[in-house]
């Protein structure tokens, strides 16, 4: 299985953008999918999840801004991010896991995926 990260960039604050994760080498119904970012310095922090396609979870900090969906036919994950702040600025990672439980959604080591990092910059 491999990730693939894309969409990142350079955009003013209150901008929107849209980042998207492509799973390949096996279809990406069942897995769960989960966005995290990294400020320089600190650990991963939980973005978004979609647990097995079916239950979505967000972080508190992009609740009402930040919406996470999945094309299963594109084995495509997506998180759009509207109203983006200057503090939104970090690496973002796409992630995957077959056997993680619900429980363990917003813990990095419990996916066994990765994609490299997108870098998304809010800044005027």
């Known amino acids: 299985v491999q990730l693939q990260a894309s969409g990142g960039g350079l955009v003013q604050p209150g901008g929107s953008l849209r980042l998207a994760c492509v799973l390949s080498?096996?279809?990406?119904?069942?897995?769960?999918m989960a966005w995290f970012r990294q400020f320089p310095g600190k650990e991963r922090e939980f973005v978004a999840a979609?647990?097995?396609?079916?239950?979505?979870v967000y972080a508190d900090s992009v609740k009402g801004r930040f919406s996470i969906s999945r094309d299963n036919a594109k084995n495509t994950l997506y998180l759009q991010m509207n109203g983006l702040k200057p503090e939104d600025t970090a690496l973002y990672f796409c992630?995957?896991?077959?056997?993680?439980?619900?429980?363990?959604?917003?813990?990095?080591?419990?996916?066994?995926?990765w994609g490299q990092g997108t870098l998304v910059t809010v800044s005027s």
């Open positions: 992630a995957a896991s077959l056997r993680l439980i619900y429980s363990s959604l917003g813990v990095p080591s419990a996916y066994e995926y």
């Open positions: 080498g096996r279809t990406s119904s069942g897995y769960t």
């Open positions: 979609s647990f097995r396609g079916t239950n979505i």
